[in-house]
Structure formats: C-alpha cells, structure tokens
C-alpha cells in the first residue's frame, strides 16, 4: 500500500508513516517538542522566544528557540535548533556502529556544517536540540536539559533528578505519541483504501 502524500510503499513497522516529510505530521511533532521545551525554559525564568526571524542574513532560521539574555553555555545569547530524526534511515542501518545515538549525531553533523556561517560569526551559541524517533536524545539536548533543570531546582527548590527525569519523560512521550498518530492516520486511510472495494 502507498502512502499517501508521498507514493512511497508503507511498511508494517510504521517506520515511513514517522518519517514522511510530506503531510502535517513532522511539522506537529516538531513544534510539540519545541513549545514543551520554550515552556520548560520559561518555568526556569529565561528571556527567550519562539522562531526569531533575521538571526542570519540568508533567510535560514537557526533559532527555534531563542534565549536573550541567559545563556545555556556562556554569555552569548543562544539558539537552540530541534530536530527529530530517525534510526531506521537506511544510510545509519547500513553503517550501523557502536554509537547508540548514530541518528542524532549524524543530523548534529548536518546542522552545523548548515549553520557554520552563522556559527562562525560567534555572536549568538548555537546548539543542535535533536531527539530520535524511537525517544533518544542527544548529548547536546541532554546538556540543556541539565541545564534547564538546573535552574528550575534553584527557582523551586524541587529535586533536580525528578525535573531533568520529568523532562525527558515528557519529550519521549511526544515522540512517540507523533508516532502513533501518524501510524494510525496511515491506517485510516488504508482501511478507507479496503472499504471503497467493498
């Protein structure tokens, strides 16, 4: 059976319903993570904003998130970029290695030779927020995290373990709630397919 916004087969392990970058679900999923983490940012009293616009002079927005003043990483103001990618793209299953986050450091790679111009000019911190689609969350996203929960203890005096756990707790859950939803909006339309052959 063929998806339907792209004309790709389907597989049964829901692998290319998660993935498919045509239709509103990786949009949906990625804005889910990103207001979580703006509001967990805002709980820990940062300046920040959703989608800044004009960071860079070429139209790209490497800002989904973007803190004013309070830096995660030093005195510059910061740009935290998400992103969701997969484990089952075929060029990380045919180079599998001993990396558990094999997706999510790949797509780090990508971001940062993407934005080297605007990460050259070092006046804003860029950081790459990428999560995978089975609920991995990379070393940079679990640093601002850390970061994040950090600050919320010393605001709410509330354990830091139960926060930073929380936190990951909840991103994970989006992932794989975006998951399902676009498995079963597949699945509708494929028992739709069978039920107009009567």
């Known amino acids: 059976m063929e998806c339907k916004f792209c004309g790709r087969m389907m597989d049964i392990y829901g692998a290319h319903a998660a993935t498919c970058k045509h239709g509103p679900n990786i949009v949906k999923r990625h804005n889910s993570i990103r207001n979580y983490l703006y509001s967990q940012m805002k709980l820990a009293n940062y300046t920040c904003t959703v989608e800044k616009k004009y960071l860079n002079g070429n139209g790209q927005k490497p800002a989904d998130i973007y803190i004013y003043i309070e830096s995660l990483v030093d005195n510059r103001p910061t740009a935290v970029d998400v992103s969701v990618t997969s484990c089952v793209q075929s060029k990380i299953v045919q180079n599998v290695n001993n990396n558990i986050y094999q997706a999510a450091d790949d797509l780090i790679k990508v971001k ?52 930073m756990a929380r936190m990951q707790k909840c991103i994970c859950v989006k992932i794989w709630k975006a998951v399902v939803e676009a498995v079963m909006e597949k699945m509708y339309w494929i028992k739709g397919c069978f039920d107009s052959y009567g």
């Open 112 to 163: 940062l030779y993407k934005y080297k111009d605007f990460i050259s000019k070092d006046e804003i911190f860029y950081i790459p927020f990428v999560c995978e689609t089975f609920g991995g969350i990379s070393s940079p996203a679990r640093e601002i995290l850390r970061r994040i929960a950090h600050d919320t203890k010393s605001l709410t005096k509330r354990c830091f373990a139960s926060i």
